[in-house]
């Protein structure tokens, strides 16, 4: 995750070509959008006020200047990331864990981008529903399950793609929670019954959201306010595959880790993607999945390249890591001791952790800053510089 400072950064699209995208956007840009712009053009600036500090034995000095935290804004999420992996360490068990992915068709995913609240959570709730009743049906696994997952909103160029990142350890708790039941090796639950069950959930609970009125369609979607045009899309839905699909198991525990430093905490696209960034626009590299994964660049106008990163801006206080079965927050600690008994396994600890994955935050004081650039001394803080009211100041919600 660290790593050297990279040349470009979405922050520099959004001060260079920001103001003109909020003019030519008036009236149809959310408070959310507009608040998320201008946390990603503060950050570590003297916006947000920071502090001095100053070498105690040359006296050199240097400004950092504060964070914004917004989890859309991606110089933060690395921090966040450290943070959250800190406590996911301790919930590792010694079992095969495997990822799940599932995914929305083009159809809903349009009806998802106007209702983000409703939908994606729709999405969380079938696809958690999904693996806990086919796991728990015997003639595939017969177990309780559980499993941490991850919304991701965007594909490769940053259009539009929801789908959910499924952690899921390899076996589950007996009904009576008296044994640990593994799964086959290199094999979790099959992802032609996933998928299927999967799609009948979900399209009951979009039903049901229609039914509530809880959904609401603009533009060239309006025609679905109409009950026979919804009908019909629901009808062309249930004759089409959607897509489930399970990759290979990770190597173990560590791995998973890795993993989760990855995508727990990114945003629509990383810095280090960024190749250039000019007066036209900006290019950033994207892998072809469709052409065997070839790495190759793109490159959008200022314009379209903010108005692709703002479609995955999420409402206010939806959480896009959630836990499941076992693994719920109400009981992950009672259940995690009982799976590790019935393994005979202890908890790991930091040092069983790659190096490179070991959480800042566990492994040093926060109190400690890096050492003078000059002589390598000791810096102490000096002055603090005042930035905007901690009311102002919107934490991160994942």
Known sequence: MPGARPAFEVADIFRQHGDAFRVAHAGHLSRSQLRVMGAIEACRTAALGGHVECCVDCRHQRISYNSCRDRHCPKCQSTAAREWLSARAADLLPVEYFHVVFTLPAPVAAIAYHNKATVYAMLFEAAAETLKTIAADKRYLGAEIGAIMVLHTWGQT???????????????????????????????????????????????????????????FFGNLKHLSDHSAFDAVLTSLRRIEWLVY???????????????????????????????????????????????????????????????????????????????????????????????????????????????????CAVADTSERPPCPCCGSRMVVIEILPGPRRGNRTPDTS
């Open 158 to 216: 940053l259009t539009h793609h929801p789908h959910v990142h499924c952690i899921v350890p390899g076996g589950g708790l007996s009904a009576h929670g008296d044994r640990w039941i593994a799964c086959r090796p290199g094999f979790f639950l099959p992802v032609r019954v996933l998928s299927r069950l999967y799609r009948r959930l979900f399209l009951e609970k979009l039903r049901a959201a229609y039914r509530a009125d809880k959904l609401r």
């Open 246 to 360: 399970a990759k290979r198991p990770f190597a173990g525990p560590k791995q998973v880790l890795a993993y989760l430093a990855r995508y727990t905490h990114r945003a629509a696209i990383s810095n280090h993607r960024l190749l250039a960034v000019d007066n036209d626009g900006a290019t950033f590299s994207w892998r072809d999945y469709r052409d065997g994964a070839r790495m190759k660049s793109m490159t959008l106008a200022a314009d379209e390249f903010i108005r692709r990163f703002l479609l995955h801006v999420l409402p206010d206080g939806f959480q896009r890591i959630r836990h499941y079965g076992f693994l719920a927050n109400g009981h992950r600690r009672a259940k995690l001791m009982l799976i590790r008994r019935l393994l005979a396994a202890t908890p790991p600890s930091i040092a069983d952790q790659a190096p490179e994955q070991q959480p800042a």
